[in-house]
């Protein structure tokens, strides 16, 4: 959706969506906006976590559960039951799904798992936002918000799937959230790279950089790597590989940046930077 300045002040209903790396603050937003009680709060990664994934999230808990005979005589007998305690701002759950690429023996997830187990993790993200526009309805219709904010995983970029970008630009307003400059780009690697998390790679991008891994490592398969050294090394090339990416996407919609976001302290202060970025364009 594209807007002069009157016609989106003039715009009942507000339906934004978030796009950017992880970390530039879309998080940040959507829980200040959700907290003062005029927006609905969609969650792409609490989405496919509590729909899409549940089953998969609970057979892996189950799976290491009945290595362990005493739960597992428990759970045979049904004296106990699994709960996907999933929450908004904690996806714990579907991280812990997700995994990261590496030794079974160091935490991480073999090569063929792996590899489904991303498969699986596209098809819910692609499902998960070709329903922004249902919940667009339950939002305003069923649970009375007058807005909608789409806070949509750092890996929207990667799906290279026709009609989700156009369907998400048909029914809300894409805001790219930019890094612009050195420092802001090196903090949010370093903070990735510090703590490294299960990540969604495009299947190219996986095979290219998996081999070139292995090759300067010396290794041979990808169950002998370190499943943490394997995803701080891949981070930073993942980081700029999506840049482009994202770049496209928000030909859609408008542009603001994380310096820009960091300053925003309430609901005011977001439609505020809104029209700003469509002055900008304009």
């Known amino acids: 959706m594209k807007f002069s300045i009157e ?18 603050g879309k998080s940040y937003l959507s829980t200040m906006l959700r907290k003062g009680g005029h927006w609905f709060h969609y969650s792409g990664d609490y989405r496919i976590g509590t729909h899409y994934l549940d089953e998969h999230i609970l057979d892996m808990i189950k799976l290491q559960a009945m290595q362990v005979p005493f739960l597992k005589d428990l759970l045979r007998k049904d004296w106990i039951y699994i709960r996907n305690n999933i929450k908004v701002d904690d996806l714990g759950p579907v991280l812990s799904y997700v995994g990261k690429l590496g030794n079974p023996e160091l935490g991480g997830v073999e090569l063929e798992d792996f590899i489904q187990r991303q498969a699986r993790y596209r098809e819910a993200e692609i ?3 070709k329903e922004v526009p249902d919940f667009i309805d339950k939002a305003q219709n069923i649970y009375g918000y007058p807005h909608f904010v789409n806070d949509v995983g750092g ?12 369907a998400l630009a048909d029914s809300t307003l894409i805001l790219y959230i930019q890094v612009t400059n050195e420092e802001e780009e090196n ?4 903070r990735a790279v510090s703590a490294p998390k299960p990540l969604y790679y495009r299947p190219q991008f996986l095979t290219e950089h998996l081999a070139l ?7 041979d398969y990808a169950a002998e790597m370190d499943p943490d050294e394997f995803a701080r090394w891949v981070f930073p090339r993942l980081f ?9 996407i928000a030909k859609h919609g408008y542009t ?22 469509i002055e900008r364009q304009s």
């Not at 890996?155 to 009609?163: F, N, Q």
């Not at 903090?187 to 370093?190: E, G, P, R, T």
């Not at 700029?240 to 496209?248: D, N, W």
Request: aromatic share 6%; charged share 25%.
């Open 127 to 129: 499902a998960t936002m």
């Open 213 to 219: 891994y292995l090759t300067e490592n010396g290794l």
């Open 240 to 248: 700029h590989s999506r840049i482009p990416r994202y770049e496209q």
């Open 7 to 24: 016609q989106f002040r003039a715009w009942e209903h507000k339906k934004v969506t978030l796009l950017g790396m992880s970390g530039v």
């Open 155 to 166: 890996s929207l970029c990667e799906l290279d799937e026709a009609g989700v970008i156009e």
């Open 187 to 190: 903090k949010l690697i370093q």
């Open 256 to 277: 603001v940046t994380s310096e820009e976001v960091a300053q925003v302290k309430s609901e005011q202060d977001f439609l505020q930077l809104l029209e700003t970025a």
